[in-house]
């Protein structure tokens, strides 16, 4: 069997930069283009940072931590990097792309891995409608904010907001309120990932709203637009009896 070709992405921090150092030495590089397998070195930012860079060139990535959470990440053992890799079990993810309309009519796009969030600007709660597939399901939510998460990023800001956790599998989208105010007792609801979901902002004016797709922040929005982009399959690599599914399982035990 061939050796798989390698390309290495670090994030900034030390412990990361000394990792791939060492990586590199022990396996070569290759151009990412040419690469086999991305290799992803430090935390879940250097992983999501990693998929926005190589989005849609249909090479699995395969995550070694040297961050803090590294829920995406795998654990850190470079004797056995190559074994690991080969023996690694795959899930299949796709992202959001939001498209954010500005109060003044300017128009953005981004994607988002984990969610699309849209956050109050001021001291002023923000008031949003939500549609789904063009019908209004929640004419006015007063909140701090309100985000759309994939089941990848369910177990992410999606559950400290108290969202639900998806299984990798499950073709669902969560839509999570961040402190609702009005309805006070709205928990949220679960979508079909084929739909459209529109945030409309109400008094954006008086009640300015910022849209955010993972990091990417686009401000005074007026309306946003989200939606599960499958033409973008990405591949992540887990280690053998730690796949996706199975930490996410994990997480709804709370272990």
């Known amino acids: 069997m061939s050796q798989k070709k390698l390309s290495f992405f670090a994030s900034d921090r030390p412990a990361a930069i000394e990792a791939v150092a060492d990586l590199r030495r022990r396996y070569g590089e290759t151009p990412p283009e040419q690469a086999d397998v991305i290799v992803a070195v430090g935390g879940d930012g250097a992983m999501l940072d990693t998929l926005r860079k190589t989005m849609g060139d249909g090479k699995p990535v395969y995550g070694v931590n040297c961050g803090t959470v590294g829920f995406l990440m795998n654990a850190y053992d470079p004797d056995q990097l190559l074994e690991k890799i080969e023996k690694a079990e795959s899930a299949v993810i ?18 988002a891995i984990n969610e699309v969030s849209l956050f109050r600007q001021t001291r002023q709660s923000a008031r949003v409608r939500i549609l789904v597939n063009g019908k209004v399901r929640m004419e006015s939510l007063t909140c701090d904010g309100v985000l759309l998460a994939t089941p990848a990023g369910s177990t992410a800001y999606n559950l400290s907001a ?22 006070r007792r709205w928990r949220g609801a679960l979508i079909p990932h084929d739909a459209l979901v529109r945030f409309e902002a109400l008094e954006p004016e008086v009640r300015p709203v910022s849209a955010v797709a993972d990091n990417l922040e686009v ?6 637009d989200v939606r599960e982009d499958r033409s973008i399959p990405m591949t992540l690599l887990f280690d053998e009896g730690h796949s996706l599914e199975e930490r996410i399982l994990r997480e709804q035990f709370n272990y």
Request: glycine share 6%; hydrophobic share 45%; no cysteine.
């Open 219 to 224: 401000r005074n929005v007026a309306a946003v």
């Open 94 to 111: 796709y992202p959001l792309v939001m498209k954010a309309r500005t109060v003044a009519g300017e128009t953005e796009e981004a994607r």
């Open 162 to 183: 108290h969202g639900p956790i998806l299984p990798i599998g499950s073709r669902l989208l969560a839509l999570t309120p961040i402190s609702a105010f009005r309805p």
